[in-house]
C-alpha cells in the first residue's frame, strides 16, 4: 500500500458512513450525530512529524530538501518563541494565530521572517503562537504535517520551552544533528525524554557534504554507540543527509544527486512509517468504530452490504492492499497534471473559442441591429441555434433584439401560414418545423465556432511538437471534448501516451480533491478544505464537457 492507496481506504470507510447516515431517518438525531463524529475523525487524520534539534542544524534547511523547494526561511539566529507549522494549501500563504487574541491573520510567505526570527519579532513582542505555512507540496497534500519547532539549547529560554511543551502532539521525531558536532547535549537530553514514549524517532545527520567519508562513518559511529546508552530496545534509525545538495538536486530533477544526498532513504523510511505503524493503525481502529455502529443500526439488507464493504476494508489493511495501478506515478506528464491541478486553467480551446464567439457576437448584434442586409440572412438561415440565441441576448439590448428580430420572426410566420394551407399530415409538420429551425450548418456563431475550434486545435498541435514535455507544463486542462479532437492530430504514439498520462492524472487528483472536500462536508470541517478541494466539483465538469458556452451536443466537426 502507498499513501494514495491509504487515502483511498479513508475514501471508502467515508463512503460508507454516508450510506448510512441515508438509510437513518431525519429524527435518529443521536445517530446522526456519531456518523459526524466519525466523519470528522476521518477528515482530521494527519500525520504530526515534529522536527527537533539545535538552532543552525539544519532544520528549516532539511523540510526544505523534502518538500523541493526553498519555501522556508534559513539562517543561523535563533528562531522566537512561535511554532511553525507546515500544512498543504494550493497557493504559498501563511496564517497567524496569537496568543491572546481568537482571530487568525494571512500574510504573504515573503513577510515570515519577519514573525517567527529574533530579528523581526525580538521575544515574540507580537505575541505569535503558531505560523502555519500553506506550501503546495505533494507530500503535504498526502497528510503530512511538519512542525519546525524553535532550536533545542537555544540561548533564549523561552524557544527550549515552547519546543518541548509541543512535544506531546507529536506522531513522530525527527531530530536534525550535524557532523559537525553530532549529538549535543541538548539533543541527547531530549532522546532521553521521549526514549520512554511510544513514538518513533528519525535521527538526521545533516551536512555530510562537508565531510569525507571517513568523517562520515566515524560520526555514525558515533551517534549509533550513543543511542545504545540512550534506549535500551529499537534503536532509532540514523539517515546521512545533504539538505542543502538534495534541494538542488531536486531542483535540477538529476535523480543520482538526489540518491547521492540521502534524502530518499529518508522519505521512504517516513512514508512506510506513516503507513504500516501510524496510518493503518489508526484506520483498523475506525473500521471497529463503524462496524461497531453499523450493528448497532440493526439488520437489513443494506446494512450487512456496508459491513461487509468494511470488513474487507479491515482485510486488505491487515494484509497489505497490494498497489494498484498509481495514477501519480505514469511517468513524465505527472509533473505537468500536478501543476494544471495547482494552477488549473481551464481548456484554452474553449477560451480561444469564448472569446472570438464573444468577439464576432459583439459586432453582429450590432449589425443586427441596423443593418437590413444582415437581417435578411439571419432571416433566411432560421437565426441563431438555441445555445447561441440565449448567448446572443445575453449581451444584446432589447431595443436591439426588437430591431434585428422582426425579419425572422416574420420569415417564420410566413412559412407556417404557407404550410398550414396545403395538405399536412403529422409527418409533413414535423419537417416543415424542423426546416425552419438553425443548425450547426446554418447558425452563423455554430460557424465561427467549428472555425475558431479547428484553428486553437492546429495551434496547440504546433506547440506541442518538438519539446512535448516542456510544452507539457504550459498546457492548460484540456477537456476530453477537446482531448478526443487533439490526440487524432498526432502521428507520434509517445506524444498522444503523456497527453492520456497527462489527463489520467489530473482527473484523478481532481476527483481526489472531491472525495475530500465531501469528507469534510459532511464532517463539518469545512474550514479544512484547501482552495483545490473547494473548487473540485467546478473543475470536473469543466475537465469533462468544457465550458458551458462552447460545448453544445449538436456540433459539427471543422465546418469551415
Not at 503562537?129 to 532550536?151: M, N, S, W, Y
Not at 473548487?535 to 465546418?559: C, F, N, Q, T
Request: with cysteine; proline share 4%; hydrophobic share 40%.
Amino acid at each position: 500500500m502507498d499513501l494514495t492507496a491509504y487515502e483511498e481506504s479513508k475514501f471508502e470507510l467515508a463512503q460508507v458512513l454516508r450510506t448510512a447516515s441515508a438509510l437513518l431517518p431525519h429524527e435518529e438525531a443521536e445517530r446522526h450525530q456519531r456518523i459526524r463524529e466519525l466523519q470528522a475523525r476521518l477528515a482530521e487524520d494527519r500525520f504530526n512529524l515534529v522536527v527537533v534539534g539545535r538552532f543552525s542544524r539544519g532544520k528549516s534547511s532539511l523540510m526544505n530538501a523534502v518538500l523541493g523547494h526553498d519555501w522556508l526561511p534559513t539562517g543561523i539566529v535563533p528562531l522566537t518563541s512561535v511554532i511553525t507549522t507546515v500544512t498543504y494549501g494550493t497557493t504559498p500563504k501563511v496564517v497567524l494565530e496569537y496568543q491572546d487574541r481568537g482571530f487568525r491573520s494571512k500574510i504573504e510567505l515573503g513577510a515570515l521572517t519577519d514573525h517567527i526570527t529574533q530579528a523581526g519579532n525580538p521575544g515574540n513582542i507580537k505575541k505569535i503562537k503558531i505560523a502555519e505555512v500553506h506550501l503546495p507540496a505533494e507530500i503535504l497534500r498526502r497528510g503530512f504535517f511538519f512542525v519546525d519547532t524553535p532550536g533545542l539549547g537555544s540561548p533564549i529560554v523561552e524557544n527550549t520551552r515552547t519546543t518541548e511543551s509541543f512535544l506531546p502532539e507529536a506522531d513522530a521525531f525527527l531530530l536534525v544533528t550535524g557532523y559537525e558536532s553530532p549529538l549535543s547535549e541538548d539533543e541527547a537530553r531530549f532522546l532521553r525524554s521521549v526514549a520512554s514514549s511510544a513514538r518513533r524517532v528519525f535521527i538526521v545527520l545533516n551536512k555530510q557534504d562537508t565531510v569525507d567519508a571517513a568523517q562520515r562513518s566515524q560520526a555514525l559511529a558515533y551517534v549509533e554507540d550513543q543511542l545504545h546508552s540512550l534506549f535500551e530496545r529499537d534503536l532509532p534509525s540514523i539517515f546521512s543527509v545533504s539538505a542543502r545538495d538534495g534541494l538542488e538536486a531536486k531542483k535540477k530533477q538529476d535523480s543520482q544527486l538526489i540518491d547521492a544526498s540521502g534524502l530518499p532513504r529518508l522519505e521512504d523510511e517516513l512514508v512506510q512509517f506513516l503507513l504500516t505503524e501510524k496510518s493503518n493503525e489508526f484506520m483498523l481502529q475506525m473500521c471497529n468504530r463503524v462496524t461497531e455502529f453499523l450493528v448497532d443500526l440493526g439488520s437489513s439488507a443494506e446494512l450487512s452490504q456496508l459491513l461487509h464493504q468494511v470488513n474487507r476494508l479491515k482485510i486488505e489493511l491487515s494484509e497489505g492492499k497490494p498497489d494498484a495501478y498509481r495514477y501519480s506515478n505514469v511517468g513524465p506528464a505527472s509533473a505537468a497534471a500536478t501543476t494544471a491541478s495547482q494552477k488549473f486553467r481551464p481548456c484554452e480551446i474553449c477560451e480561444h473559442i469564448q472569446k472570438q464567439s464573444f468577439h464576432f457576437l459583439s459586432q453582429f448584434q450590432y449589425e443586427l441591429a441596423t443593418n437590413p442586409k444582415t437581417q435578411r440572412d439571419h432571416a433566411e438561415h432560421g437565426g441563431f441555434c438555441s445555445l447561441h440565441t440565449w448567448q446572443y441576448e445575453s449581451i444584446a439590448s432589447p431595443q436591439g433584439t426588437c430591431s434585428g428580430y422582426p425579419a425572422l420572426l416574420n420569415h417564420l410566420a410566413t412559412s407556417l401560414a404557407e404550410a398550414a394551407t396545403s395538405e399536412i399530415t403529422p409527418e409533413t409538420a414535423q419537417s416543415t418545423v424542423s426546416s425552419l429551425l438553425a443548425t450547426a450548418v446554418s447558425c452563423p456563431l455554430c460557424r465561427v465556432r467549428t472555425k475558431t475550434e479547428a484553428e486553437a486545435i492546429a495551434a496547440l498541435t504546433h506547440r506541442l511538437t518538438g519539446d512535448t514535455k516542456q510544452r507539457l507544463n504550459s498546457l492548460s486542462a484540456v477537456c476530453l471534448i477537446h482531448l478526443r479532437l487533439i490526440v487524432v492530430e498526432f502521428s507520434d504514439p509517445d506524444i498522444i501516451k503523456q497527453l492520456l498520462e497527462r489527463e489520467a492524472v489530473l482527473l484523478h487528483r481532481i476527483a481526489e480533491d472531491m472525495q475530500r472536500y465531501s469528507l469534510k462536508h459532511d464532517a463539518l470541517r469545512r474550514n479544512l478544505a484547501s482552495d483545490e478541494e473547494r473548487d473540485a466539483a467546478l473543475k470536473a465538469l469543466l475537465s469533462l464537457v468544457g465550458h458551458r458556452a462552447v460545448s453544445s451536443p449538436w456540433r459539427v466537426e471543422y465546418i469551415l
